[in-house]
């Protein structure tokens, strides 16, 4: 079985610009969560997508939104760019089932950085 | 709140040694999820283990085992006869129980395996 994917590995991007990030889940799952890693803050957790919706959120300003596809491919947007939105993104695909909380799979990471 | 501590930041070990990495966790919650993930220089996260709170059973897999003490609240992590393929960095994380899938994590620790 394929693991999860993520597009782009890298980017480079410019303040104030936008940018958008794609995760593919491991293929049977319908749970994707997104993570952003920085040295300073660590790993945090961004938003989780189940079936097309928003299932949970973590602490972040409304810059960072994401969204989910029918296939359960699922896409994060950063909007205005700030140089502190450089960071390593982490996608995490599980099955989802309602009422578990089973493993998340991580994928590779796409390594963003803002000049 | 949820939080996890690896107080331990950095270690280095010569190759063969064992080493322990320590976790302690917070939750108010009776029913929670514990994992460990290694993040190697590429950047992936790679599960280790899960465990849920009603099972306090020390884990062994091959070099690496588990010991879980609910009564001091802790996930501690141990390599035996080390190896260089080891390093990396460990994460502790810590999930609460009915579906949320927020992880929290703990800082890490980053594992040198000295040849």
């Known amino acids: 079985k394929a693991g999860v994917t993520q597009t782009p590995r890298y980017l480079i991007k410019t303040r104030g610009q936008q940018v958008t990030l794609s995760c593919s889940p491991i293929?049977?799952?319908?749970?994707v969560s997104w993570y952003q890693q920085t040295p300073g803050q660590g790993l945090q957790f961004l938003f989780e997508?189940?079936?097309?919706?928003?299932?949970n959120k973590g602490n972040f300003p409304g810059r960072f939104s994401g969204r989910q596809f029918s296939n359960s491919r699922s896409e994060m947007n950063v909007s205005t760019l700030e140089l502190g939105d450089s960071a390593l993104y982490l996608c995490?695909?599980?099955?989802?089932?309602?009422?578990?909380?089973?493993?998340?799979?991580f994928g590779p990471g796409t390594r963003l950085t803002v000049l | 709140a949820q939080k996890v501590t690896q107080a331990q930041t950095e270690i280095s070990v010569v190759e063969k040694e064992d080493v322990t990495l320590d976790c302690v966790y917070e939750t108010r919650d009776t029913t929670y999820y514990l994992f460990w993930y290694k993040q190697p220089p590429s950047g992936e996260l790679v599960f280790l283990i899960r465990?849920?709170?009603?099972?306090?059973q020390n884990e062994i897999s091959g070099r690496y085992s588990w010991n879980f003490q609910k009564s001091t609240s802790s996930f501690n992590f141990t390599i035996t006869a080390s190896q260089v393929v080891d390093s990396a960095v460990y994460f502790c994380a810590l999930s609460e129980g009915g579906g949320d899938d927020k992880i929290i994590f703990g800082k890490g620790t980053r594992l040198h395996i000295l040849p």
């Open positions: 995490a695909s599980r099955s989802g089932t309602t009422g578990s909380t089973d493993t998340q799979y």
């Open positions: 997508y189940f079936s097309e919706t928003q299932r």
């Open positions: 465990r849920n709170s009603f099972d306090e």
């Open positions: 293929s049977g799952h319908r749970s």
